[in-house]
T-cell receptor, first 115, second 114 residues
Framework: DVKVTQSSRYLVKRTGEKVFLECVQDMDHENMFWYRQDPGLGLRLIYFSYDVKMKEKGDIPEGYSVSREKKERFSLILESASTNQTSMYLC??????????????FGPGTRLTVT | GDSVTQMEGPVTLSEEAFLTINCTYTATGYPSLFWYVQYPGEGLQLLLKATKADDKGSNKGFEATYRKETTSFHLEKGSVQVSDSAVYFCALSQTVQGAQKLVFGQGTRLTINP
């Protein structure tokens, strides 16, 4: 069975802390994505990666960075957490290739609260 | 840029009612279209998809038809159940740097009462 796991379901951090969110997939997918989900805004893409050590900015990359050292693992980093980064963070992965019909598989999400 | 607009929620229906959730899109080229569902406490999962005009996607009693002339992909189900209560997201795919990227609508929360 396809599986995307995220390191924490709930996380509470203080303003200014460095925060790491980890995502692991077991499907040998080359593409991995980080989204944030906010009420009324749907999902917005933060960063994605189409290969190890490769990364591309999504629609809202400011305040975030990512790391992809191994194919199965994609980390989202908040260098200095701020209260406006309080949100649900979702990781996803998809099959390699250029087809526009490939499904993305999502993890359960991490609800981050920054106080 | 590409965008997806869904009908505003929340939507509340009684069991066995007919469901329509509207979705329209703006895109260059010919994207694939998707409906994802998020059950309480879970991540998103693919409900159905359509890859070209006039295609109909279907799953679990839900259907949606890719209408290029009206740029729409409305979700329908003839008789909803309490277990269909969830948040539904319409999305389109676009290629960026050779990788497929999804653009999501804002989501529609559906509650079904027994």
């Amino acid at each position: 069975d396809v599986k995307v796991t995220q390191s924490s379901r709930y996380l509470v951090k203080r303003t200014g802390e460095k925060v790491f969110l980890e995502c692991v997939q077991d499907m040998d997918h080359e593409n991995m994505f980080w989204y944030r989900q906010d009420p009324g805004l749907g999902l917005r893409l933060i960063y994605f990666s189409y290969d190890v050590k490769m990364k591309e900015k999504g629609d809202i990359p400011e305040g975030y960075s990512v790391s992809r050292e191994k194919k199965e693992r994609f980390s989202l980093i908040l260098e200095s957490a701020s209260t406006n980064q309080t949100s649900m963070y979702l990781c996803a992965s998809s099959s390699p290739g250029h087809s526009l019909s490939y499904e993305q598989y999502f993890g359960p999400g991490t609800r981050l609260t920054v106080t | 840029g590409d965008s997806v607009t869904q009908m505003e929620g929340p939507v509340t229906l009684s069991e066995e009612a007919f469901l329509t959730i509207n979705c329209t899109y703006t895109a260059t080229g010919y994207p694939s279209l998707f409906w994802y569902v998020q059950y309480p406490g879970e991540g998103l999962q693919l409900l159905l998809k359509a890859t070209k005009a006039d295609d109909k996607g279907s799953n679990k009693g839900f259907e949606a038809t890719y209408r290029k002339e009206t740029t729409s992909f409305h979700l329908e189900k003839g008789s909803v159940q309490v277990s269909d209560s969830a948040v539904y997201f319409c999305a389109l795919s676009q290629t960026v740097q050779g990788a497929q990227k999804l653009v999501f609508g804002q989501g529609t929360r559906l509650t079904i009462n027994p």
